[in-house]
């Protein structure tokens, strides 16, 4: 099916507004798909001076994100976001403005282009084959994995490495442990709704403490991140021919690209938005793909016999095999289309009035779009709540903000540059995971899809399974 929930007459009309933003609720899901379900494709709701726009069908999304991308590319900035005047300095909240094109140009031509990632593919091979080594110990003792934890500690590895070269976490770690909880933490105060957003004069007060929180939290990862910088200068001091040559911090403060250097703050900004941006957001993805391939064996075994009959068993899946795993991808695409994990991609903001589909979208309004539902919507989805990778294969949909069917990682000039780093980690863990081990739940128990709310929705409970290694 191709047709999209939008057969709305022509004409500017007035906005449905309905309930406010406080109403999002506990349990995502259910907020998420009322949206479209009660609401339709369009809704508004109003809290204080700020309107907000859900857009929950296709046609709507592209009207955002590629029509009227010009005026719809600012970001709503949370107050939260004023800690450590990261608005001023942080790449997913500032304007298009020098500074935004010049992390854009740097994340684009140096730190996320295909050249520099197969350069410093041999870092994150190695995290992996220690993951499956760690999975493999378990199998031994038939013990269950939790999957939450340790994926999060991978994907957070395998950023470190890309980024510093260094592991930022061994799985038993304290440091790991903290890590997260700060990642966490901040994509929770950012993800909350908060009245000093909504109501001006109570921003002085940050009564909820969202902004106070906010500081400790990103203040702890600053911290880190100052340290290691500080560890790296010191290196390159003492012994300059030991410094690692490919990874982001070599070229970060290398500012090879000469039209768009960075300040050292602006540097720790920009690597605090890399862990934050990158580690949860993939890791919830692998956490979602393991649990629909748990709950669905057949498409396990489909992945399998697809990676075993082009590598071999047992093999780790590499960068440059991805191309040659079709049913492997179509999983990912299937997942994603299931489970974005950033549901309502970032907010945008109209920096003028602009007319969607009919709709006088005010100025100033926050524009917000439900790609979760999106993937759900029956008038374009065969079977939509069905775990069908199949509907993938030999299809143009892809998920790379081109088919605005399924956008994951958004669309137009905001699109997620992190883009190409987190494809390439999704399929190497998620394809060495079941070329190595088989899965199932625990005795007793059933896999709980129940999800949680931050900026990201997330697993609510971690995912244990038991791994046993393939023979
Ligand atoms: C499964 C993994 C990921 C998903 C689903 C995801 C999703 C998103 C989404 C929806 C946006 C907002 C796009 C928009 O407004 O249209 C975004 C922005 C962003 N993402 Fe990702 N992301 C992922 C991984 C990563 C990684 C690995 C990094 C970096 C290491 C990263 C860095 C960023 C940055 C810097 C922005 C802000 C860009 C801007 O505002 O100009 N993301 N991501």
Request: aromatic share 6%; net charge neutral; with cysteine.
């Amino acid at each position: 099916k191709t047709g999209n929930t939008s057969k709305l007459p022509p004409g500017p009309k007035p906005l449905p507004v309905i309930g406010n933003l406080l109403d999002l609720g506990e349990k995502p899901h259910k907020s998420l798909a009322a949206m479209a379900k009660v609401h339709g494709p369009i809704m508004s709701m109003k809290l204080g001076r700020v309107t907000a726009v859900v857009v929950s069908s296709s046609t709507m999304a592209k009207e955002v994100l590629q029509t009227n991308d010009q005026f719809l590319c600012n970001r709503a900035i949370p107050d939260a976001l004023k800690a450590h005047a990261h608005d001023e300095v942080g790449f997913p909240w500032i304007s298009v403005s020098p500074l935004w094109r010049n992390y854009r140009k740097i994340c684009n031509n140096t730190l996320f282009a295909g050249k520099i990632l197969d350069a410093n593919e041999n870092l994150r091979r190695r995290k992996v084959e220690e993951l499956v080594e760690i999975v493999r110990k378990s199998a031994s003792k038939g013990e269950a994995v939790d999957l939450g934890r340790l994926l999060f500690m991978t994907t957070l590895n395998l950023i470190s490495n890309t980024v510093f070269s260094v592991d930022l976490a061994d799985p038993n770690s304290e440091l790991a442990r903290k890590f997260k909880n700060y990642v966490w933490g901040i994509l929770e105060e950012a993800g909350k709704p908060n009245l000093s957003d909504y109501f001006p004069v109570l921003r002085k007060l940050d009564i909820q403490g969202v902004r106070r929180r906010m500081k400790i939290q990103m203040g702890n990862v600053l911290d880190l991140i100052d340290s290691m910088i500080n560890q790296r200068m010191k290196q390159q001091e003492l012994n300059p021919d030991s410094v690692p040559n490919n990874d982001m911090l070599h070229h970060l403060l290398k500012n090879e690209d000469t039209d768009a250097k960075l300040d050292r703050n602006q540097i720790e900004h920009l690597l605090v938005v890399l862990f934050v941006a990158g580690s949860d957001t993939s890791s919830g993805t692998l956490q979602w793909a393991m649990a629909e391939l748990l709950k669905n064996p057949e498409k396990l075994a489909k992945a399998q016999e697809e990676i075993r009959r082009v590598l071999g068993k047992s093999k780790p899946v590499e960068e440059a095999d991805i191309p040659r795993l079709p049913y492997l991808q179509a999983v990912v695409k299937e997942v994603f289309r299931l489970h974005p994990v950033v549901p309502l991609l970032l907010p945008r903001k109209a920096q003028q009035e602009v007319e969607i589909a009919g709709f006088t979208i005010p100025k100033d309004a926050q524009l917000l779009v439900n790609t979760w539902a999106m993937g759900r919507d029956s008038s374009v989805w065969e079977n939509p709540e069905s775990f069908e990778p199949e509907r993938f294969l030999g299809s143009e949909i892809d998920v790379r903000g081109r088919s605005f069917e399924v956008i994951p990682f958004g669309g137009g000039r905001r699109i997620c540059p992190g883009l190409p780093l987190a494809m390439r980690m999704l399929h190497l863990i998620l394809g060495s995971l079941i070329n190595f081990f088989d899965w199932k739940v625990e005795d007793g128990c059933e896999v709980n899809m129940d999800d949680k709310f931050g900026v990201t929705v997330e697993m609510a409970h971690s995912l244990r399974a038991i791994p046993s290694l393939i023979v």
